[in-house]
């Protein structure tokens, strides 16, 4: 694992909500916005809110984080995102990050790999570079294991 993030709600900045956190009726209450490009899997959120026994009005899929923020810009729409990521997008497009609930999951970023690489050199290398950069980008986050 790369890293552990927590994931967080992403609103326009005019949104009726101007609270800071939402608690779970909240977050139901509102329609959402999902950036997926392959939304066949459930998510590891899809998973929460099934424990939850609840589920969010999804009204808009979209191939990207960003093709989605330009549907927040003009709606009362959320998406739920990883808090880094979150936080550079709200910075560039005029929205403002909300609080999920405490328990909400979190957001873990994995290396995968296929092992046949496992005994290559140029992966091996390749891998821990990768694990390399992500402790700097990321030394600020919870710590992978």
Not at 26 to 47: G, T
């Amino acid at each position: 694992m790369l890293c552990v993030d927590r994931y967080v709600g992403l609103i326009r900045r005019g949104h009726p909500f101007t609270g800071k956190a939402v608690t779970l009726k909240q977050y139901v209450s509102f329609s959402h916005v999902i950036p997926y490009a392959v939304v066949s899997h459930r998510s590891r959120v899809d998973d929460w809110l099934l424990r939850q026994q609840v589920v969010p009005s999804i009204v808009h899929r979209c191939m990207s984080y960003i093709s989605a923020v330009g549907v927040l810009q003009s709606t009362n729409h959320m998406m739920v995102l990883p808090l880094r990521v979150a936080e550079f997008i709200a910075k560039g497009f005029d929205l403002r990050v909300v609080s999920l609930p405490g328990d909400f999951t979190p957001f873990e970023l994995c290396y995968l790999t296929h092992p046949n690489a496992e005994f290559d050199p140029a992966k091996q290398w390749l891998k821990s570079a990768i694990f390399e950069v992500a402790r700097d980008c990321f030394r600020d986050l919870e710590p992978a294991p």
